[in-house]
């Protein structure tokens, strides 16, 4: 399949996640105000060793994934950031569709980081076979991320629940 690309903008690196920055995956989940609106509860480190695989294994799979988000001036992880394919149980279905996903450190969080790199990532896959159209899902509450959503072109499609929770499902 298609080799893990990066993109850089003004602020950040989006660049294919390596073995080093599972430490950095691992304290960003297990951080509840980071997780609070993606499940509710932060992952254990084991947990987030599994995500991580799955993570590094769409690439390979898919063509596509999440990068690591770096911030440029600091060379830290600041979030992850990309295109999934999670096969949710959900209704109504947008499997088959790339999902837009992300998530920031809450010294990240408000500073315009999301949108800066949401639009890089919908620049990456502007043209490419398979992302006519891309969808993400949103808790209700997270308004932070439903602006970011609806600056970068997403629009509401139904309002739905996901594991028994509220869930917004949004396309472009």
């Known amino acids: 399949m298609a080799k893990a690309s990066g993109i850089e903008t003004d602020r950040t690196i989006l660049r294919p996640p390596v073995l080093d920055d599972f430490d950095s995956y ?3 989940w297990a951080d509840p105000a980071v997780m609070r609106f993606i499940g509710g509860k932060a992952r254990t480190r084991e947990e987030s060793w599994i995500r991580f695989l799955v993570i590094v294994g769409m690439w390979e799979v898919l063509g596509y994934g999440l990068w690591t988000v770096l911030d440029r001036m600091s ?12 096969k949710r ?11 837009a996903g992300w998530i920031f450190a809450p010294a990240a969080q408000g500073r315009g980081f999301a949108t ?3 639009t890089a990532m919908l620049g ?3 043209g490419r076979p398979g992302f006519e159209k891309t969808a993400c899902i949103i ?3 997270n308004g932070a991320s439903l602006a970011v959503a609806r600056k970068c072109g997403y629009r509401e499609k139904a309002k739905t629940t996901y594991q028994g929770a509220p869930t917004i499902l949004l396309e472009r």
């Open 26 to 28: 691992a304290t960003l």
């Open 75 to 86: 060379g830290k992880v600041i979030g992850v950031a990309g295109f999934h394919e999670m």
């Open 89 to 99: 149980d959900m209704v109504p279905s947008f499997e088959g569709t790339p999902e």
């Open 116 to 118: 800066e790199v949401v």
């Open 124 to 126: 990456w896959a502007q």
């Open 139 to 141: 808790d209700p509450e």
